[in-house]
């Protein structure tokens, strides 16, 4: 068993080195991506309790922030907060990322390889 667990540590050391330092950089230039992402919030609006949703944006070089409410998440309203967005930051950056686009995207379609 010893024998085993020495030739174990070896192999790790060298077929494997740096892999506990594994890590994917998050550098970004300017204006090359932006983030954005919806959440669900609750507020009082007249003694009211209602749900809406926020559109958030974040530019990643600068993280620069913009948040919109809007009382649905509709593709409508996915347009008009990147419109809303992008006057505000004064441009329009490189690229968007995006953790679940279903709001933005209806269908993909796959090409037969």
Do not use: C
Not at 2 to 9: A, G, L, N, P, T
Not at 64 to 75: G, L
Not at 80 to 94: D, K, M
């Amino acid at each position: 068993y010893d024998s085993i667990q020495r030739w174990v540590k070896a192999w790790k050391a060298n077929v494997r080195p740096g892999l506990h330092q594994a890590f994917i950089p998050l550098s970004f230039r300017p204006g090359e991506a932006y983030q954005f992402d919806w959440s669900s919030e609750t507020v009082i609006l007249d003694g009211v309790a209602m749900a809406i949703k926020v559109a958030h944006f974040r530019l990643t070089y600068s993280r620069m922030s913009f948040v919109r409410a809007y009382p649905r998440e509709t593709q409508e309203m996915v347009f008009a907060a990147h419109q809303e967005a992008f006057l505000a930051f004064e441009g329009v950056p490189e690229r968007g990322i995006y953790d679940n686009p279903k709001t933005i995207v209806d269908v993909v379609y796959h090409r037969p390889l």
